[in-house]
């Protein structure tokens, strides 16, 4: 079978609705420092940080309402227990009850982005010499 997330430079993960990681792509278990099999059957909130589970989790309620795409911003823990900021992208599926089954999650890495736009804004906010 082909899996096209199994190429992406990207972490990838698929979650079911009580929060287990189903799947995850090369990248991801790279990233996290664990062998994928090892990341299958632990739960997502593992590996996000403690104060981005709520966005998460409110995101994924959003779903609920009508549009089945969120994003939302979270830190990830990486392979050497340091947290990086990341866009998760969430797509959830129905199941065949109508309510929300599957998550599949893709993040992209914004913490170098984030920390330059702080860098910015702390410069902004010094009184200019003259």
Same mark, same amino acid.
């Given at each position: 079978?082909?899996?096209p997330?199994?190429f992406l430079?990207?972490? $990838?993960?698929?979650?079911?609705?009580?929060?287990? $990681? #189903?799947?995850?792509?090369?990248?991801?278990?790279?990233?996290?420092?664990?062998?994928a &099999?090892?990341?299958?059957? #632990?739960?997502?909130?593992?590996?996000?940080?403690?104060?981005?589970?709520?966005?998460?989790?409110?995101?994924?309620?959003?779903?609920?309402?009508?549009?089945?795409?969120?994003?939302?911003?979270? #830190?990830?823990?990486?392979?050497? #227990? $340091?947290?990086h900021?990341?866009?998760?992208?969430?797509?959830?599926q129905?199941?065949e009850?109508g309510?929300?089954?599957?998550?599949?999650g893709?993040?992209?890495?914004?913490?170098?982005?984030?920390?330059?736009?702080?860098?910015? &804004?702390a410069? &902004?906010?010094?009184?200019s010499?003259?």
């Open positions: 079978m082909y899996d997330a199994h430079p990207s972490f $990838v993960w698929r979650a079911d609705r009580d929060g287990l $990681v #189903r799947y995850v792509n090369p990248w991801a278990s790279r990233y996290l420092g664990i062998p &099999e090892q990341i299958i059957g #632990r739960t997502w909130r593992d590996f996000v940080h403690p104060d981005d589970i709520n966005s998460v989790l409110d995101a994924v309620r959003t779903m609920g309402d009508g549009s089945l795409l969120r994003n939302v911003d979270v #830190r990830l823990l990486r392979g050497d #227990r $340091v947290f900021w990341h866009t998760l992208h969430l797509q959830a129905r199941d009850s309510r929300i089954g599957d998550t599949v893709v993040a992209t890495d914004i913490h170098h982005c984030r920390h330059a736009w702080a860098m910015y &804004e410069s &902004e906010r010094r009184p010499a003259g």
